[in-house]
């Protein structure tokens, strides 16, 4: 969801990558709540970080605790910053319904949705 804002919101001014320490299908929910924003990641895929490894990144933003608490070592001047949102396939794991799942989705779609908004003036405050 992050890279879909950040090349939705911010394209002009900033050259996105996602990627994890582990390798995730697509999730069918946040492909569906992306959508309801007019944002269309379905084409998007799961990479690991090692396949972006020879690109020289000004920031390396992790977004979830396990990403953090296990992220590989970047060159030091990549800066390393952790920002930490809550993971919605842990959390809709306990739902009692679909709507409920996709409101988990919604929420933590929302709160990316507005951190993005704020790159990369945020960053420069670091």
């Known amino acids: 969801m992050a890279e ?9 001014v900033i050259e996105p990558y996602s990627a994890g320490i ?3 299908g697509l999730n069918p929910n946040a492909v569906q709540v992306m959508a309801e924003t ?7 895929h799961s990479k690991h970080v090692d396949k972006l490894k020879n690109i020289q990144f000004d920031y390396v933003i992790t977004v979830c605790d396990h990403a953090h608490e296990h992220c590989p070592i ?3 001047k990549t800066k390393l910053l952790h920002i930490g949102f809550d993971d919605p396939p842990r959390l809709a794991k306990g739902a009692n319904s679909e709507k409920e ?3 988990i989705y919604r929420r933590i779609r929302d709160e990316i949705r507005d951190f993005v908004k704020k790159v990369p003036e945020s960053l420069r405050a670091e």
């Not at 879909?4 to 002009?12: E, S």
């Not at 007019?38 to 998007?44: K, L, M, R, W």
């Open 38 to 44: 007019g944002v269309d990641i379905s084409s998007h």
């Open 74 to 76: 970047f060159p030091r």
């Open 22 to 24: 582990e390798v995730h």
């Open 101 to 103: 799942a996709l409101d």
């Open 4 to 12: 879909g804002f950040a090349r939705y919101l911010k394209g002009d």
